[in-house]
């Protein structure tokens, strides 16, 4: 696997929301930084982590690859997502840790904007370690 493929399946995992794609990525003891302080490791954490894309419709990613090596490589993502549950907003709110959007409960739900940049090694055909650095914000209202 390279970055290019990684990235297919990133794409293609997320925007179905499925977390068997996602996790066959991955080698069975991978590691999965979805942020620089939290990482989930093995396939069942994996899983567990992509449990929350479950909550979002209208997923679209897009993706540019910076670089490839024959073991790794970088790839800026940038996705938008509608949050169709409490749960989610509550997630998100919390992994902000700022108020940016103003709402009561039974308010619309945002749509979402992340961007971010994603560092991947591999091994054996598959990935070993991922890394990612990421913003989001509520899609402004149009």
């Not at 990525?25 to 894309?53: K, M």
């Not at 997923?59 to 997502?81: C, P, Q």
Request: glycine residues 6%.
């Amino acid at each position: 696997m390279n970055i290019e493929q990684f990235m297919q399946g990133y794409k293609r995992a997320w925007e179905e929301r499925d977390d068997a794609l996602f996790c066959a990525l991955f080698a069975p003891d991978a590691s999965y930084h979805n942020t620089p302080f939290a990482e989930q490791r093995g396939h069942a954490q994996l899983a567990a982590y992509w449990q929350r894309v479950k909550l979002q419709d209208e997923v679209h990613l897009r993706y540019e690859v910076f670089a490839s090596t024959a073991d790794g490589g970088i790839a800026h993502w940038h996705v938008t997502y509608q949050v169709r549950s409490e749960e989610l907003f509550r997630i998100w709110a919390a992994s902000t840790g700022t108020n940016l959007i103003s709402r009561k409960e039974g308010d619309p739900l945002p749509r979402m904007v992340l961007d971010g940049v994603l560092q991947a090694r591999f091994a054996g055909g598959l990935c070993s370690e991922c890394r990612l650095w990421w913003h989001s914000m509520p899609q402004p209202a149009t």
